[in-house]
């Protein structure tokens, strides 16, 4: 069974910096593009970022541009959304979430198959 298991939220100031973690298993990680999905209160589901199965092919939502990175280590089977400059419109679940193919797409049908428990980021001084 696929197995996404988000890491590394929490509290911190506006300005301050986090780094978020996924750890997958049951899958071969490699062979399947990623992304980062938060949910903030009162609003769906909003996809933050996105990385193609290599690694090499990354976007971003407008609001996050220039503040988080995504990457992926594939040997270790790890995704990550290093998060800098926060802000209190920042605050949100985020969510780990495996793509059904290993291209990003970007026309609004890509297929989240699988998902992390979640982790929660609140950004608040």
């Known amino acids: 069974e696929v197995h996404l298991v988000e890491s590394g939220g929490g509290l911190v100031q506006p300005g301050g910096s986090l780094t978020l973690s996924c750890a997958a298993s049951g899958f071969t990680f490699s062979s399947y593009a990623m992304s980062w999905v938060r949910q903030a209160p009162g609003n769906g589901q909003e996809w933050v970022s996105h990385?193609?199965?290599?690694?090499?092919?990354?976007y971003y939502t407008d609001s996050v541009k220039g503040r988080f990175t995504i990457s992926r280590d594939n040997a270790k089977n790890t995704l990550y959304l290093q998060m800098n400059s926060l802000k209190p419109e920042d605050t949100a679940v985020y969510y780990c979430a495996k793509q059904s193919g290993a291209a990003i797409r970007l026309d609004g049908r890509n297929n989240y198959d699988y998902w992390g428990q979640g982790t929660q980021v609140t950004v608040s001084s």
């Open positions: 990385i193609n199965s290599g690694g090499g092919s990354t």
